[in-house]
């Protein structure tokens, strides 16, 4: 069986079984089976998280390095709407973020660099890393040790996208992705009677005023040349419309690029909310969340990873991104560590391949598998040797 063809069974049994985050035991077991079946020792971390470790026995140099190669294993909480064989067989969960594919990539990635050990000195060190999606998988990792049992000197991780061309790879350099922060307030007011307004402390138009004035921040604080984005997703309160309500929960989101714009933005809300308070006479509390870390890759890594992409795939594969996105992702933390960078493997090839991450038609062409499999593997050994 060709590489292409037992990439694309490994992705569609994994396709098929999807398990959300810190529940990713088949996945698990499953890519401890494949890494086991090329000679890759492996142990566990965090239950569902795995990591494989390989030597490479080529010539020896004045330094060993390690080299690490992530990939993360969950699913999302979506139903699938694809109609394909391979359709996702668990209600309501299904990899609509293309986890399946990097995971997929990696094993790919593992099975050539096996194959190549003794092509290179160095150690390679695969981390299948468990519950992106719902954050703090990265940081479990870390904690247990991923990158200290055996010291990392470099990091790549794989992600596959709809918005490039199967075949293709896109690098960027600097600043990736954004940080992402969750706030959940609580403002308490005075329930009343709706006829009788000046007895009660409204906590909807307290809300009202604090979720206008958050759009100011990023319009009127914040440097125009910094992207930033303070979204609310969730508002709840009230409970009949002739009662004043005395209480409402508000839930948001921040996103930016650096820790000093993320620093401000959260002193500007809970500005915001003092004046709120003092103006309508109510109060409140603010749980305010760290959940990941903005994605700012090592200039010098990106620097690898683009000349092996040009010699591997070729100039015109290479897709060089100049703007980062607002989303997020917890690879982050792994670059925090530890110089590295993430990589886009196009997946886009035609309307059915060519849906967002999170939807409930997302699908990738698994031509791009093999591709993307070399080109890690590749690079892999272009980090060892510098």
């Known amino acids: 069986m060709n590489m292409f063809e037992r990439l694309k069974n490994i992705r569609r049994t994994i396709h098929q079984n999807p398990e959300l985050g810190n529940e990713e035991f088949k996945t698990a ?11 890759i020792k492996t142990y566990r971390l965090c239950k569902t998280g795995v990591v494989g470790i390989l030597e490479g026995s080529g010539k020896t140099g004045a330094k060993q390095k390690t080299i690490a190669l992530r990939a993360d294993l969950d699913a999302l909480p979506i139903s699938e709407k694809n109609k394909v064989s391979y359709k996702s067989k668990n209600e309501c969960v299904m990899h609509a973020c293309g986890h399946d594919g990097n995971t997929t990539i990696m094993l790919g990635a593992a099975m050539l660099l096996a194959e190549k050990k003794s092509s290179f000195s160095g150690r390679v ?27 990392v000197d470099a990091i790549l991780g794989v992600h596959v996208s709809p918005w490039i061309k199967t075949g293709k790879i896109g690098l960027k350099y600097g600043a990736m992705m954004a940080g992402v922060d969750k706030f959940t307030v609580e403002i308490d007011g005075l329930t009343g ?23 100011s921040i990023v319009s009127r604080v914040i440097n125009p040349l ?11 309160g009230g409970e009949r419309y002739n009662i004043i309500c005395g209480k409402i929960k508000i839930v948001g989101t921040v996103r930016t690029l650096n820790d000093k714009t993320r620093d401000r933005i959260k002193r500007e809300i809970i500005n915001r909310l003092d004046g709120m308070a003092k103006i309508y006479g109510v109060s409140y509390k603010i749980d305010y969340k760290a959940l990941g870390s903005p994605l700012i890759n090592d200039d010098e890594i ?32 792994y670059l925090r560590k530890v110089k590295g960078c993430f990589i886009y493997a196009g997946t886009s090839s035609c309307a059915e391949t060519s849906y967002p991450w999170h939807h409930e038609n997302f699908d990738i062409d698994e031509k791009a598998l093999p591709v993307a499999a070399e080109y890690i593997a590749y690079t892999a050994i272009k980090i060892l040797e510098k």
Request: with cysteine; proline share 4%.
């Open 226 to 236: 910094e992207p930033a984005v303070v979204s609310v997703g969730e508002i709840s």
């Open 193 to 215: 009677h709706g006829a009788y307004p000046h007895l009660s402390k409204d906590a909807i138009l307290a809300a009202s005023e604090f979720i206008l004035s958050l759009q």
């Open 302 to 333: 990106v620097k690898i990873c683009e000349q092996s992409a040009n010699e591997f795939l070729g100039k015109d594969k290479v897709c060089l991104l100049t703007e980062p996105s607002m989303g997020g992702e917890d690879f982050a933390e």
């Open 125 to 151: 060190q695969f981390i299948f890393q468990p519950n992106e999606e719902a954050s703090g998988g990265a940081c479990r990792m870390i904690e247990q040790g991923v990158l200290s049992k055996n010291k």
């Open 29 to 39: 077991g499953l890519v401890e089976k494949i890494l086991k079946e090329n000679k």
